[in-house]
């Protein structure tokens, strides 16, 4: 699959240039600071690669808080946030598929802080290529709505992490082509609906979980 990954990037990156020439320019005349941000991610056998995104947040975030953000972080710009709800902050990722570094589908590329908190089971999901959209980032896509809590990054530790990992070990345990395809378009069809519907799309990773969504979460999965 890395010859589509690598002609869907290139087509991709051709195609959207004038839009990606945009958004840079919004994201400089906005805010102050660069225009990229690349922080360091875990890839494919626990290697280390810069991430590529537009800017989100204001400069030096990550030394004024969690690595992950939660609901409402006063660090994220005003045009971050909306690049955040349209996902269009991750479209400079194509350039790490055209690395090799991501593929197109596959679990999210991970902080290495929470890598850490990886158990022996979950080394499968580093034996992939990580994706620019994966089963458990379409599961959990409005992930910030769901860290309401003030501490949100020990509750993302605790119960949003295990949770992502347990989704994509599934899908691993059965993926092939058609389920790749399937989920970049469930993708691009939870994009699309996501202005409208932020809150409710929020609802099924309420911190408040009864115990019978996890297995309701891994159904969602399965379908994908």
Same mark, same amino acid.
């Given at each position: 699959?890395?010859?589509?990954?690598?002609?869907?990037?290139?087509?991709?990156?051709?195609?959207?240039?004038?839009?990606?020439?945009?958004?840079?320019?919004?994201?400089?005349?906005?805010?102050?600071?660069? *225009?990229?941000?690349?922080?360091?991610?875990?890839?494919?056998?626990?290697?280390?690669?810069?991430?590529?995104?537009?800017?989100?947040?204001?400069?030096?975030?990550?030394?004024?808080? /969690?690595?992950?953000?939660?609901?409402?972080?006063?660090? *994220?710009?005003?045009?971050?946030?909306?690049?955040?709800?349209?996902?269009?902050?991750?479209?400079? &990722?194509?350039?790490?598929?055209?690395?090799?570094?991501?593929?197109? *589908?596959?679990?999210?590329?991970?902080?290495?802080?929470?890598?850490?908190?990886?158990?022996?089971?979950?080394?499968?999901?580093?034996?992939?290529?990580?994706?620019?959209?994966?089963?458990?980032?379409?599961?959990?896509?409005?992930?910030?709505?769901?860290?309401?809590?003030?501490?949100?990054? &020990?509750?993302?530790?605790?119960?949003?992490?295990?949770?992502?990992?347990?989704?994509e070990l599934e899908?691993?345990?059965?993926?092939?082509?058609?389920?790749?395809?399937?989920?970049?378009?469930?993708?691009?069809?939870?994009? &699309?609906?996501? /202005?409208?519907?932020t809150r409710k799309?929020?609802? /099924? *990773?309420?911190?408040?979980?009864?115990?019978?969504?996890?297995?309701?979460?891994?159904?969602?999965?399965?379908?994908?």
């Amino acid at each position: 699959m890395r010859w589509l990954d690598f002609s869907v990037a290139v087509l991709g990156l051709l195609f959207l240039s004038p839009l990606l020439l945009v958004l840079a320019c919004l994201v400089k005349l906005t805010s102050p600071g660069p *225009v990229f941000y690349r922080p360091l991610r875990v890839g494919q056998g626990g290697r280390l690669f810069r991430l590529n995104k537009f800017r989100t947040m204001v400069p030096d975030a990550e030394r004024l808080g /969690p690595g992950i953000t939660g609901h409402r972080d006063a660090r *994220v710009t005003g045009v971050g946030r909306w690049l955040r709800r349209w996902k269009l902050d991750e479209l400079p &990722q194509l350039l790490n598929v055209l690395a090799g570094e991501m593929a197109l *589908v596959g679990p999210r590329p991970e902080d290495p802080r929470y890598v850490e908190y990886y158990r022996p089971e979950h080394a499968a999901v580093l034996s992939v290529r990580p994706g620019i959209t994966g089963a458990a980032s379409l599961v959990y896509r409005n992930e910030e709505e769901a860290l309401t809590t003030r501490n949100w990054e &020990q509750e993302y530790i605790a119960r949003l992490l295990p949770a992502k990992l347990l989704i994509e070990l599934e899908y691993l345990g059965r993926r092939n082509a058609w389920t790749d395809l399937k989920l970049v378009f469930e993708t691009l069809g939870a994009i &699309q609906a996501a /202005p409208g519907s932020t809150r409710k799309k929020a609802q /099924p *990773v309420h911190p408040r979980l009864a115990p019978s969504d996890r297995e309701k979460r891994a159904s969602l999965a399965d379908r994908i």
